[in-house]
Nanobody, 123 residues
Framework: QVQLVESGGGLVQAGGSLRLSCEASGRTFSSYAVGWFRQAPGKEREFVGFINKNTGGTYYAASVKGRFTLSRDKANNTVYLQMNSLKPEDTAFYYC????????????????WGQGTQITVSA
């Protein structure tokens, strides 16, 4: 497993942007796929996107495709989630997760999780 720490959350107005970071320690992060999930109060955890190990290929949920972008900084063991054109419905607690395989949309497929960070988008 790897240890993950998210940062970059906060309050933003609709239409604004935020960048979340997911920094890893403990293992070679590039050999892990990293997924992002979010959970709003009273709702189930929802897949946002993943970035694959090695190739860096990405896949996004339809609700964020075209607005959110994942990237990986191998030198700093960090994955970034750039969020643009934010909407009030993006308000949630955001988590990054890692698995030593290709990415998956299922949260149960990941064995390392960060503590999460809150994103609040005001109308």
């Amino acid at each position: 497993q790897v240890q993950l720490v998210e940062s970059g959350g906060g309050l933003v107005q609709a239409g604004g942007s935020l960048r979340l970071s997911c920094e890893a320690s403990g293992r070679t992060f590039s050999s892990y796929a990293v997924g992002w999930f979010r959970q709003a109060p009273g709702k189930e955890r929802e897949f946002v996107g993943f970035i694959n190990k090695n190739t860096g290929g990405t896949y996004y949920a339809a609700s964020v495709k075209g607005r959110f972008t994942l990237s990986r900084d191998k030198a700093n063991n960090t994955v970034y989630l750039q969020m643009n054109s934010l909407k009030p419905e993006d308000t949630a607690f955001y988590y990054c997760a890692a698995r030593p395989d290709y990415g998956s949309t299922g949260p149960d497929e990941y064995d390392s999780w960060g503590q999460g960070t809150q994103i609040t988008v005001s109308a």
